[in-house]
């Protein structure tokens, strides 16, 4: 594409949509890295802590959907449209704000061997049928 076209702000390298929607480095002030370590499993939590923060609209919706309810960082990258490291980035900039917390459940690990052990059992009693032959 020639230089010309590309100072032209209304040419074809310019577009309506590149100009409304701001870079993924805004969400995260330049940040790259999260500060806490959040695996796509990792349930969080909103807590009550009034206005003291200043929030965009996606921040704001991470709060909102983790309201009441704790929820995994994969579902909250989903619900807010936003790429999961980015979502890791702006969630861990919230951990460290105290507006959301991790939930942790000691006993996470017991229900977790009893879950596989059921699925383990109900596999084994499932009905297996020879394969039609060819």
């Known amino acids: 594409m020639p230089a010309s076209e590309m100072t032209d702000f209304n040419g074809p390298a310019w577009t309506s949509e590149d100009a409304e929607v701001p870079g993924l480095y805004v969400l995260t002030g330049g940040q790259s890295v999260p ?7 990792t349930m969080l939590v909103a807590e009550d802590i009034g206005s003291v923060i200043t929030l965009g609209p996606e921040t704001q919706r991470a709060i909102e959907v983790c309201r009441g309810q704790p929820t ?5 990258a ?3 449209e936003v790429p999961l490291q980015i979502t890791k980035v702006v969630l861990s900039q919230l951990i460290d704000a105290g507006a959301l917390t991790r939930v942790v459940s000691g006993s996470s690990a017991p229900a977790a061997t ?3 052990e059921a699925v383990l059992e109900g596999l084994r009693n499932l009905p297996v049928e020879p394969a039609a032959a060819r």
């Open 114 to 116: 009893s879950v596989m």
């Open 78 to 80: 989903a619900l807010i």
């Open 72 to 76: 995994s960082v994969a579902e909250i």
């Open 35 to 41: 500060t806490h370590r959040l695996e796509v499993q």
